[in-house]
């Protein structure tokens, strides 16, 4: 029985310590060179090792521990990406608060760092937790959070001063009333429609950031905040980039109101000073480089910086951008380095001509609705004597059936148009018969100017006819094309086709001539991507001035 106990237990060794042992001769003969290399690096390292049956036992004893080790290693790493992906893409409130405390362990108030993985990155809910109780500060910023709340966290975290729930997709945040010592909250980038009514729970809330929600200073968001008790402690209300907390009266309100507290609205009604060269494209300069640029928004003109200039792109994780003043006076530098003033580089493009006959018979219908329609206007901020738009019969009369009143008087206004739709609808059936059955609507013109801007509800490029005695060559729809190049498109007695989702205007012609246009556009149906601002041949360039 003994002899077989030492067998079992005998380590592989070489020859040379074979015979100090007495093991069988047979030991060592059945071990392949293989094995040895796997389990020995070479005789030195066989000589090292211990003899005798204390000393074989140990060694295998640390054999199998080391095993037990690297297998709990791989369960660790296993169970560590398996919790990280349970926090990446699971929403449910209790799935992700396990996870969280199998991550941390319970909060005990002194200090919790984040775990971190196998290849040592940190992961977890909370990028950042530490402090004393009555100091907590806690971040569960760009955690991709769409439901949360925080009634599931621990008690101790009624302690918290400070809250980051920045950068996630919340539009809710049960629990927040149980955060009684929070003294600072940044909801910064979530999906909030309302301000948290609980927030009056928090008696020591001193700095609120609510920045780049979807606010709306609706009722209750006034109550909240000016009706007493209101949040007695707040020192600073930031408010910036939600899009219907945009008016200079709203930003007043609140400055009267709370005294004490330093408020941030992004105000663009009535446009601050410096935002826009005067108040509507119909009163600005055409020839002029920024009038041409003013139909962007800020976003677009930053972008522009970025990719035209080669500037610093904005990071949503950094300050505030600086106002749309600042942008376009660095946009404008930019253009003025690259040699750009004023006029950029220009193409031309030809219209397809319209039959002659149909063209006179138009002329006739149009001043005859001219003096019908004096001083009829239904876009006051674009720079014109006569603007109507008639729509397709195919727009109003299903919305009629549904009680519209705005569809009873599209049809009341076709009608009386009637002539001039049907003479307008031949023009566009003889060059593009299958646009001819889509349009939705024709805006009709009488002495159109100028006007630089972007029609924001078109699903798709329109063309342009233009009737008039002004001379051939002038008075056609100019588009940027890109950032340094415009196209101007000749629509005298031609249909040219243009995408006016681009900024595009009215090229001069005499003052003392008469110019008619037919728009053709279409605001219902599929949508046709925007990939260039003008079709047709490009016939000549001149240079940027």
């Known amino acids: 029985m003994g002899r077989l106990v030492a067998e079992e237990t005998l380590p592989l060794v070489s020859d040379a310590t074979a015979s100090d042992e007495k093991r069988p001769a047979a030991a060592d003969g059945n071990l392949s060179d293989e094995k040895r290399a796997k389990t020995a690096d070479g005789t030195a390292n066989d000589l090292k090792r211990p003899v005798g049956a204390e000393g074989i036992k ?78 907590v500060p806690a971040s569960l910023f760009s955690h991709h959070l769409k439901v949360f709340s925080l009634d599931l966290l621990p008690s101790n975290f009624a302690s918290l001063t400070s809250l980051d729930l920045s950068h996630n997709e919340l539009s809710e945040l049960p629990g927040l009333e149980s955060l009684v010592s929070l003294t600072e909250l940044n909801l910064c ?46 020192t600073e209300l930031d408010i910036t980039f939600n899009k219907k907390c945009y008016t200079k009266d709203l930003k007043d309100i609140l400055c009267i109101e709370l005294p004490n507290v330093a408020v941030r609205v992004t105000v663009t009604y009535p446009p601050p000073d410096g935002a826009f060269v005067e108040d509507a494209a119909g009163k600005r300069d055409a020839t002029l480089l920024r009038s041409q640029l003013e139909p962007y928004n800020t976003q677009a003109l930053r972008r522009r910086l970025v990719s035209a200039f080669g500037c610093t792109p904005y990071s949503t994780f950094g300050a505030s951008p600086p106002p749309r003043s600042d942008i376009m006076l660095e946009l404008l530098e930019c253009y003025a380095k690259a040699g750009v003033h004023n006029e950029r580089k220009k193409v031309h493009v030809m219209g397809t001509p319209v039959d002659p006959t149909l063209i006179s ?38 919305k009629i059936s549904s009680g519209s009143s705005g569809a009873l008087k599209a049809k009341q206004k076709h009608m009386a148009n009637t002539k001039l739709w049907a003479l307008g609808s031949a023009a566009m059936a003889s060059v593009d018969a299958d646009f001819a059955s889509k349009f939705t609507a024709i805006a009709v013109t009488h002495n159109f100017r100028g006007s630089p801007h972007i029609d924001t509800t078109n699903i798709g490029p329109f063309y342009g006819l233009s009737i008039g005695d002004y001379a051939d060559g002038t008075g056609g729809v100019q588009v940027e094309m890109d950032p340094f190049t415009v196209a101007e498109v000749n629509t005298k007695n031609r249909l040219g086709k243009v995408d006016g989702r681009f900024p595009h205007w009215v090229a001069p012609y005499d003052e003392n001539c008469e110019r008619f246009s037919l728009i053709y556009y279409q605001t219902e149906g599929d949508v046709t991507p925007s990939t260039t601002a003008v079709f047709g041949t490009i016939l000549e360039e001149t240079a940027a001035a």
């Open 58 to 135: 140990a060694e295998r004893e640390a054999r199998k521990a080391a095993q037990r080790r690297g297998k709990a290693d791989k369960q660790a790493s296993r169970e560590a990406n398996r919790i990280k992906n349970t926090l990446l893409m699971d929403q449910r409130p209790h799935a992700r608060i396990a996870a969280y405390e199998k991550l941390h362990g319970a909060y005990e108030g002194s200090t919790a760092t984040a775990p971190v993985t196998a290849a040592g990155e940190s992961v977890g809910i909370a990028k950042d937790i530490t402090g004393q109780l009555g100091n």
């Open 189 to 234: 980038r979530n999906w909030f429609t309302g301000l948290p009514f609980t927030l009056r729970k928090l008696p020591h809330l001193a700095k609120l950031n609510a920045s780049r929600n979807f606010l709306k200073p609706n009722a209750e968001f006034m109550v909240l905040l000016l009706q007493a008790p209101g949040l007695p402690s707040l």
């Open 361 to 398: 018979e138009i002329l006739v219908e149009l001043k005859d609705w001219a003096v019908r329609n004096k001083n009829h206007h239904e876009r006051p901020y674009i720079h014109a004597e006569t603007y109507m738009i008639i729509r397709a019969p195919s727009e109003f009369e299903a």
